[in-house]
């Protein structure tokens, strides 16, 4: 055969969730060419794949690694844990479109400031993110937030119909040049301003050029059904496919969460029996983490880092930012104890320290406690994360029950070494063996088969993606070899940043991207944009 690599003698999954079997796998420009019993001609590449699962490459169905794969394009973190493609763009959230930039970097997860951002529309996010060469294949989405901070501002109001017009002008642009979807984070400050109608003229506008409506849904005391409601209605009035994005987090902030879980899920089933293209998602962790300054309304930030400081500094701002509704003062609940600091760099002492310790290590209130903390790293305030031991674990696990559940990292793609080494999300290095391991060795409630498929052809369909996330003749080459006994995490909650083990080997686009289960050095990604 005329070919550039064979894989050999592994179990092969091939995404769709039937039963597993031996076989060969030859690969040529690119792309898988057969499958079967195969020999080569000497000279060929060939990778061992002897008593391992052999799989389509695994799809982060909701990513934040917008930014951090422009200072690092390796994606050690996802590579590692044969992660082929990342759909980033989430929960609002996003690298494009522009029109501040200053404005915009409370907008970017892992945004360093020590880096530039030259581009301004979504086709100059995406070119420059190709430039980069990343080791894996990256969608996007069209965040909301980036649209609200490029009308309205920092204002936290519903936006008037021009602005409207305006941002359905910038989604529709950005979908043209090559975006999946759109997506909203509507608890976020950026976003809590946003009226329903409002999202729903937007998703017309998905409407028109096609893609899907992703949504971190609005939360509110006892309103977890009104919320999930909510985002079936705005789809079903716009006719654009909804994707739930990490549904579990509806019941935070309900009394009774379990039941809570359950009526969302019973949402969708009765959704999607009435005909809607409905889909979601879950994360993996135990526990909730987001950004510090998430504390604090988007108009703290006008003027950048000496008039935050200034404001911060300010007995008058600081009773005005303690009434401020937000996202950090809801999920507490009044228990500081169960908020968790992470990523301090000014002040290490309050690393791994709940914000009461803090507070009382500083003889303040728990809200001073926290605006102290965001003075003292005023020059990186949107480094600064919050880890929330606020959920039962049963409750988050729930929705993987459901057989359309995917799975995402809902974190940013890190590498232990270069540009990023210093840089924490947990997710990041556990999401995908976690999964795998949890639920087919540890609980034993999944067969390899559909644990894969949940990894790849589920989402794959779910955002229109061709020939990736399977395993078949002209798929793109896009595989993980990996060991089913040994394939796991390492990462814990207080040591996040460790490579996950049991990974030997990654092909991206067929290239060998991990050999061994080491990195190297290839980085054959391709920008999957939407159009034929």
């Known amino acids: 055969m005329d070919i550039d690599l064979l894989i050999s003698g592994g179990k092969v999954i091939d995404g769709t969730g039937r039963a597993g079997y031996s076989a060969d796998i030859a690969v040529k420009d690119g792309r898988i060419v057969e499958i079967g019993k195969l020999t080569t001609t000497p000279g060929v590449p060939v990778l061992n794949a002897a008593g391992s699962i052999v799989s389509p490459g695994f799809i982060d169905v909701h990513s934040h690694s917008d930014f951090t794969l422009t200072v690092d394009p390796r994606a050690m973190s996802s590579v590692t844990q044969g992660v082929t493609l990342e759909i980033v763009g989430n929960c609002g959230h996003g690298c494009a479109p522009i029109v501040d930039p200053e404005t915009v970097k409370i907008n970017i997860y892992g945004y360093d400031a020590a880096y530039d951002i030259p581009w301004r529309t979504m086709a100059g996010y995406l070119n420059a993110l190709q430039e980069c060469k990343p080791a894996i294949n990256v969608a996007s989405l069209v965040p909301n937030g980036n649209l609200r901070l490029a009308t309205t501002g920092l204002a936290d109001r519903p936006a008037t119909k021009e602005e409207v017009r305006e941002m359905r002008k910038l989604l529709e642009q950005g979908l043209e040049e090559g975006a999946l979807g759109f997506s909203t984070g509507l608890e976020y400050g950026t976003e809590r301003g946003c009226t329903e109608e409002e999202v729903t003229e937007l998703c017309r506008g998905l409407a028109n050029k096609g893609g899907v409506y992703a949504t971190h849904t609005r939360n509110e005391f006892g309103k977890a059904h009104e919320t999930i409601d909510e985002a079936i209605r705005t789809s079903e009035t716009a006719r654009v496919p909804l994707q739930v994005s990490h549904i579990s987090v509806v019941a935070r902030l309900e009394e009774e969460a379990r039941p ?15 005909g809607l293209d409905i889909g979601f998602d879950m994360h993996t962790r135990d526990y909730g983490i987001t950004n510090l300054s998430a504390i604090l309304p988007p108009w703290t930030m006008e003027g950048g880092t000496k008039a935050l400081e200034n404001r911060l500094r300010d007995r008058r701002v600081r009773s005005e930012l303690k009434v ?9 609940q009044g228990r500081w104890d169960r908020m968790i600091l992470f990523g301090c760099k000014a002040a290490p002492e309050y690393n791994q320290r709940s914000v009461a310790d803090v507070a009382a290590m500083r003889g303040a209130d728990d809200l001073d406690a926290i605006y102290d903390i965001l003075l003292t790293e005023a020059e990186r305030v949107s480094e600064i994360m919050v880890i929330e031991l606020i959920y039962d674990e049963s409750d988050l696990r729930l929705p993987f029950s459901h057989s359309d559940c995917m799975v995402g990292s809902d974190a940013t793609a890190l590498g232990i070494d270069g540009p990023l080494h210093d840089k924490y999300f947990h997710g990041a290095y556990t999401w995908a063996a976690w999964f795998f391991r949890h639920f087919t ?56 940043n460790r490579l996950a083990e049991g990974m030997m080997h990654v092909l991206v686009n067929g290239a060998v991207t991990l050999k061994d289960g080491k990195l190297t050095g290839e980085r054959n990604g391709q920008i999957i944009r939407s159009g034929p």
């Open 260 to 274: 809570t879980v359950e009526h969302s899920l019973a949402q969708m089933d009765e959704a999607k029996a009435r």
């Open 324 to 332: 401020y509704p937000n996202i950090i003062v809801a999920e507490a």
């Open 441 to 496: 060795r540890e609980r034993k409630t999944m067969t390899a088969e559909e644990a894969v498929r949940r990894l790849t052809s589920l989402p794959a369909a779910r955002f229109g993606i061709k020939d990736r996330g399977i395993l078949r003749k002209g798929a793109w080459a896009d595989i993980a070899v990996f060991d089913e006994v040994r394939f796991g995490e390492r990462g814990t909650i207080f040591e996040p």
